[in-house]
C-alpha cells in the first residue's frame, strides 16, 4: 500500500535553516505530483508547495516563496523541502502528499517544525 | 486568489442525523472542488474529488454536490467515527491550490 514517511522537523531559531524528507513506498514514485501541505497547530491547511513527476516544474506558495526550495529524486522515491530563513510562523506540521483523482489523495503522517527562540 | 468559505464552523449533531456542510467560493471553480475529513492527530484523508466522486474506499453515506461556487458535503447518518473536521479544497485556480478553514462535526 501507499507509505509516505516524513522526516527531519524539529525546533530551529527564527532565521535558522532545516531540511524535510519525504520517502515514499508502494506506487511509481515518478509517475506522480508530488506535494507540501502545512498544518499550524490549531489550524487549517495549507498548500507549500508541489513539483510534477519528470522534468520538474515547481509551484510554491506566495508565503513561502524564495526561502523554501522543493526538489525530488525519483532514482531514491524522496521528496524534499529545503526551507531557509525560517520564522514563527512558519512553525507546523508538514505533510507530504501525493496528487491522484484531481485531488491530494495520499497524505503522510507529518512532521513538526517548531520556529522559536 | 479564491477563497473557500465554509459554514458552520461548527455542527453539533448526534449519531444517527443527517449532517450538511456548506464550502462557497469567491469565483467558480467549476467542479474542481475536493472534500477531506481529519481526525485529530491524524493526517487528513480523502472523500470527495470533483465535487461529487467519491474517493475509493468512502462509504456511500457521503455525498458532495455542487459547481461553479456552492457547494455541499452530505453525510446521510451519522456514525461514530464520522465526528472529524471537514475541508474543502479548489483546484480550479492551478497550480495555486486553496483550502477552506474547516468545519468541525462534534457530537450533540
Redesign the interface.
Known amino acids: 500500500q501507499v507509505q509516505l514517511v516524513e522526516s527531519g522537523g524539529g525546533l530551529v531559531k527564527p532565521g535558522g535553516s532545516l531540511r524535510l524528507s519525504c520517502s515514499a513506498s508502494g506506487f511509481i514514485f515518478s509517475d506522480y505530483y508530488m506535494y507540501w501541505i502545512r498544518q499550524a497547530p490549531g489550524k487549517?491547511?495549507?498548500?507549500v508547495s508541489?513539483i510534477s513527476n519528470s522534468a520538474p516544474t515547481i509551484?510554491y506558495?506566495d508565503s513561502v516563496k524564495g526561502r523554501f526550495t522543493i526538489s525530488r529524486d525519483n532514482a531514491e522515491n524522496s521528496l524534499y523541502l529545503q526551507m531557509n530563513s525560517l520564522r514563527a510562523e512558519d512553525t507546523a506540521v508538514y505533510?507530504c502528499a501525493t496528487d491522484c483523482?484531481?485531488?491530494?489523495?495520499?497524505?503522510?503522517?507529518?512532521t513538526l517544525v517548531t520556529v522559536s527562540s | 486568489e479564491i477563497v473557500l468559505t465554509q459554514s458552520p464552523a461548527t455542527l453539533s449533531l448526534s449519531p444517527g442525523e443527517r449532517a450538511t456542510l456548506s464550502c462557497r467560493a469567491s469565483q467558480s471553480v467549476s467542479s474542481f472542488l475536493v472534500w477531506y475529513q481529519q481526525k485529530p492527530g491524524q493526517a487528513p484523508r480523502l472523500l470527495i474529488y470533483d465535487a461529487s466522486n467519491r474517493a475509493p474506499g468512502i462509504p456511500a453515506r457521503f455525498s458532495g454536490s455542487g459547481s461553479g461556487t456552492d457547494f455541499t458535503l452530505t453525510i446521510s447518518s451519522l456514525e461514530p467515527e464520522d465526528f472529524a473536521v471537514y475541508y474543502c479544497q479548489q483546484r480550479s485556480n492551478w497550480p495555486e491550490l486553496t483550502f477552506g478553514g474547516g468545519t468541525k462535526v462534534e457530537i450533540k
Open positions: 487549517g491547511l495549507e498548500w508541489h509551484y506558495a505533510y483523482l484531481n485531488s491530494i489523495c495520499y497524505w503522510g503522517q507529518g
